[in-house]
């Protein structure tokens, strides 16, 4: 399965407002994979998985460097 050409890791987190409201209308106490699941469903359905799991690394990195998790609290 061969991904799409010319994919490429975003600079950072749009709208991570946005991801963090969703986040805790899920959960009183949200989580940064609730954090991840606001995410991905916001990723191209065409994704292949080995991009989806690159931006899955690249998100749990981009959240622990900026301290997004604080956002949750």
């Known amino acids: 399965m061969k ?3 010319g994919f490429r890791l975003p600079n950072r987190i749009h709208d991570i407002g946005s991801l ?3 986040a805790k209308q899920w959960s009183q106490t949200p989580s940064v994979e609730d954090l991840w699941m606001a995410y991905l469903a916001r990723i ?3 994704r292949t998985r080995e991009e989806i799991h690159a931006l899955q690394s690249w998100f749990y990195q981009e959240v622990e460097e900026q301290g997004y998790e604080l ?3």
């Open 3 to 5: 991904g799409q050409e």
């Open 44 to 46: 191209p359905m065409e």
């Open 20 to 22: 963090v409201f969703q």
């Open 71 to 73: 956002l949750l609290i």
